[in-house]
């Protein structure tokens, strides 16, 4: 019998293909989904952080470029002027001394507190959406991520119970410290590195330690050895981990390894044992990484403390940046119960790195104490002694007043990096010490029975709930003017040449810095706001010298008032406009004083040309 119908196999083999597509994506999605529901919790709980972070940031979110953090717009302009700068890096046009600023000296990015690995990263979304939106989408990841990243290291590598994982993560990434440092501190609260340093850390001990000698059948002594394959991508990793931390945030690399040299002490003393066997093993561990590090950091860190514009030295006063002893006990008052009278306990409202609160402190030392005589639990309240007592600085300060009592700060004053560490964010590292030893005693009682059950973990809420974060502060600011995000200053400069804004940015009014940020940093401008080599003998500084032409110019957008100007004057303009290699002065119609800076303008450099809502002087 014949048959006009196609069999399946020759006819119509495009259904076998898809029929074989579908067996072969169903399994796949099926795993998807099983995974899905295997980490159903830690999911809902990521999602839970990134709301949060979400909400603390959303009065950013409305309109990124419009609205500012009020408590700290200068540095919101420095690090969205960073972010653009570190986006030329896709268009291949990027330099660890970069011309786009402090022309024609420019800026040492090493020496500064730029985020070059966060900003190469998210440079898709500067390029498309604006350096003020990758600002506010860091300003809220990195809070999420870093609570993340800690819950994953208390939860899988601890074993702790995912409850108290999660109080200790949320503590960790939206604690007082990390939410007073999201006021534009991009480079402190990028801490989602830190956990996994510390893993790594861990996974090398674990990894070099040969475990407890036992005799085997002939009585002889026998042990199983260290793992030396996990000890070599354990050192891979951590060389890794730390190289990237470099160029996202030295400082909170330099606390971590404080806080683990401080712990790791602590653990030997505590642990002898432990460290006879795994010390050895785990010291070429640890120069492995260093190497493998070096290789990589050793040129950027060359250039960042001996290369051109770098700087050797610290330039902030310890003294200044001094933790007073009562903000230890005081609430942040960027937190649900905090008061405005706290902050005069600290240097702004960028820096309540300590405010902790009494009702923490009390719960996390009777915690220490419930815990027992855990190693752990032992070289983390030394930790914490340590690096509170740090924060106090070279001189104790209580309430205010100077006690004349020298802190232990004043036993390293002079010691090459601890001199340019400010000694109050020694006390951010206390958020993870005391998230630990909350973890640990909120995972000891539920693994119990009786009242503790309930009582330890009741109590360690009860203590977050007053440092609960409320949301960041923000205000409106002015458009930047059309006439760069129309483009219309290529009309008089050229892509990487200089324009010079009128008034000129200084690091207490950096604003016009947010016009190259809008331009991709596609235009260099004279002085603004960063760390360089202009103090006494070449030692760090912030900002640079001022132009006789830009002094003028300040005052008069600063008083209001028309100097009086000779041929003195523009000869000098003449000279400042060649020094800075500026091709164009421009002047918005928003600046302040701008009919008097427009006459004086005139007076300097002759009659103005009109392109859109700037007026400009090709020079």
């Not at 072969?24 to 830690?42: I, T």
């Not at 070279?394 to 004043?410: F, I």
């Not at 760069?484 to 200053?489: A, Q």
Request: charged share 15%; aromatic share 8%.
């Amino acid at each position: 019998m014949s048959s006009a119908a196609p069999t399946a196999p020759d006819a119509a083999p495009d259904q076998v293909f898809r029929l074989d597509d579908q067996v072969s994506r169903r399994p796949r999605a099926v795993r998807l989904l099983a995974a899905v529901r295997r980490h159903r919790a830690d999911l809902l709980i990521a999602v839970v952080w990134v709301a949060l972070a979400g909400w603390l940031t959303h009065g950013l979110w409305p309109d990124p470029g419009g609205r500012t953090l009020a408590l700290n717009p200068e540095d919101q302009t420095l690090y969205e002027w960073f972010l653009a700068v570190d986006a030329r890096a896709l268009l291949g046009d990027f330099h660890l001394l970069t011309d786009r600023l402090n022309a024609p000296d420019g800026v040492n990015l090493m020496a500064n507190t730029t985020v070059i690995a966060l900003g190469v990263v998210c440079a898709p979304i500067t390029l498309l959406l604006g350096a003020p939106t990758t600002f506010a989408l860091l300003a809220a990841a990195n809070l999420a991520g870093t609570a993340l990243a800690w819950y994953l290291l208390f939860h899988r590598t601890l074993r702790a119970h995912r409850l108290a994982a999660a109080l200790g993560g949320g503590l960790c990434g939206f604690g007082p410290g990390m939410i007073s440092q999201s006021n534009s501190h991009l480079h402190m609260t990028a801490q989602w590195l830190v956990p996994v340093i510390v893993w790594l850390v861990l996974r090398l001990l674990r990894a070099s330690d040969p475990g407890p000698t036992t005799p085997d059948a002939t009585g002889r002594a026998r042990s199983v050895g260290p793992d030396r394959r996990r000890m070599i991508s354990s050192a891979a990793g951590l060389a890794a981990a730390v190289t990237a931390q470099v160029f996202i945030g030295e400082e909170v690399l330099f606390l971590c390894a404080v806080t683990l040299l401080v712990m790791a002490i602590s653990y030997t003393v505590a642990d002898r044992d432990l460290a006879r066997r795994a010390l050895p093993g785990f010291a070429g561990g640890l120069a492995i990484a260093a190497g493998l590090a070096l290789l990589v950091l050793g040129y950027p860190l060359w250039f960042q403390f001996a290369g051109p514009q770098g700087v050797a030295d610290g330039m902030f006063s310890p003294a200044y940046f001094s933790a007073d002893l009562s903000s230890w006990w005081a609430v942040s008052p960027l937190s649900v119960a905090g008061s405005d009278e706290a902050s005069r306990l600290t240097t702004g409202p960028a820096e309540y790195n300590t405010f902790l609160g009494w009702p923490l402190l009390l719960v996390t030392a009777a915690c220490a104490v419930w815990a027992g005589r855990r190693r752990l639990v032992l070289a983390c309240v030394v930790a914490a002694l340590v690096m509170g007592a740090l924060s106090l600085g070279p001189e104790v300060v209580l309430g205010g007043t100077r006690t004349a009592l020298p802190g232990p700060y004043a036993l390293l004053a002079g010691l090459p990096v601890m001199d340019g560490a400010l000694p109050m964010r020694f006390g951010l590292a206390l958020l993870p010490i005391v998230a630990t030893v909350l973890v640990v005693a909120v995972d000891r009682a539920l693994r119990g029975t009786g009242r503790a059950r309930r009582l330890v973990p009741l109590a360690v809420i009860a203590a977050l709930l007053p440092i609960f974060p409320t949301p960041l502060p923000t205000a409106e600011r002015p458009a930047v003017p059309e006439f760069i995000t129309g483009g219309h200053w290529r009309q008089c400069v050229r892509p990487g040449g200089v324009l010079v804004p009128v008034p000129l940015p200084t690091p207490k009014e950096p604003w016009p810095m947010r016009w190259a940020a809008a331009a991709d940093a596609g235009f260099g401008l004279p002085e603004g706001f960063f760390i360089g080599p202009y103090g006494r003998g070449g030692t760090a500084a912030m900002g640079t010298f001022k132009q006789p032409t830009s002094a003028l110019l300040a005052d008069v957008a600063r008083r209001g008032d028309q100097p009086a100007i000779g041929d003195e004057q523009r000869r000098q303009a003449a000279r400042d406009v060649d020094f800075w290699g500026a091709s164009c002065v421009a002047l918005a119609d928003d600046a302040p004083h701008a009919d008097s800076l427009r006459a004086t303008l005139e007076q300097l450099y002759g009659p103005a040309t009109r392109i859109a809502d700037a007026w400009i002087w090709r020079v």
